[in-house]
């Protein structure tokens, strides 16, 4: 199982009778991430602002994920050792705190990027990481098996970001998230990485 860190899916206990549908948890899965989808491409939320956009839709997804742990009787998220996770976290803000010390100190212009940043660096890979790297992964590579699951949630990742001009790259990014996450059976590395990515490709 990939974890979160020691495990992310554990199988909980069923009733009397009760059988695991690995097609009604991907259809779960596959909703939350419709519904993001969606929202992510409504103009307008697009005409509300960058930050709030980038809010809503990522807090939908991490929400989204959560709600699905917590009803589908099939897997659960228990963290049992929170170090790696607190330390993604961690180097997150550390790099945020090395950019906002980096930022000109006019007011206005450094209060606008502040926010956007904070929520790219953290809130974006964060959500997406327990989202593709941790459930989806999951449970595609448990009920089928790890190179599909590599493949499906890269190609899925790819997609998700193509219109904004880098899918491909993305999408083989992906591959090694991934690569990582199911050897090191910890999504915390993933997120630390996203959230790199994600701080220097805001000055490429």
Known sequence: MIGLPDTLSVPV???????????REVAALGAVLLI?????????FQAIGETVHMFITNTWLLLGSCVYVMRVPMQ???????????FSLAVLCVL???????????????QIRRWPLVLLVVLVPFAEEIYF????????????????????????????????GHGV?????????CVLTLRTQQVA?????HGIWNLLSVHS
Request: proline content about 7%.
């Open 76 to 86: 659960v998220v228990r963290i049992k050792n929170y170090r790696p996770l607190i």
């Open 189 to 193: 590395w993933a997120i630390v990485l």
């Open 13 to 23: 206990a069923m009733k009397k009778g009760e059988e695991r549908s690995p097609y």
């Open 36 to 44: 993001y989808v969606i929202v992510l491409e409504l103009p307008l």
């Open 133 to 164: 790297r941790g459930l989806l992964l999951d449970h595609i590579a448990t009920h089928v098996n790890k190179v599909a699951a590599v493949i499906l949630v890269s190609v899925l990742f790819g997609l998700l970001h193509f219109p904004q």
């Open 169 to 177: 790259l993305l999408g083989v990014c992906s591959i090694g998230l």
């Open 96 to 110: 945020l705190l090395v950019q906002f010390a980096l930022v000109p100190a006019s007011p206005g212009e450094a």
